[in-house]
């Protein structure tokens, strides 16, 4: 009797701790439009269907690429203006970062260096 009111006791608190993770964990994905604003710590893209997104940026992020993943670039390489796809989650606190950013044309083929 004991053992089956502490596997009961168990499962009860165990359910308390997996849902909060399971719940405020949403999958990544990614969107793709025309930066709008790009600053130290966030960057902001208006999408195909005129909806402005927010996602944040981490110090030192190191993440942005050409459209077809050769060829890296630094933070300060994207302005108002170019058509990027971000890759993003919004695991923390339910806020969307970037994970991965890459820099494209408007007809939505890579954009080559000079």
Known sequence: ?????LLMLA????????APASAGTVGSANVSGI???????????????GKQLSFLIVP???QVFSGDGKTTYQMRAI???QYVKVY???KFLG????????????????RRTE
């Open 1 to 5: 009797m004991k053992k089956l009111s």
């Open 11 to 18: 499962m009860f608190l165990g359910s308390f701790l997996v």
């Open 35 to 49: 930066v709008s604003h790009v600053s130290d710590n966030s960057i902001k893209i208006t999408d195909g269907t």
């Open 60 to 62: 030192k992020f190191d």
């Open 79 to 81: 302005h108002a203006g």
């Open 88 to 90: 993003y989650d919004q």
């Open 95 to 110: 806020q969307r970062h970037a994970d991965r950013i890459l820099l494209m044309r408007q007809n939505n083929s890579v």
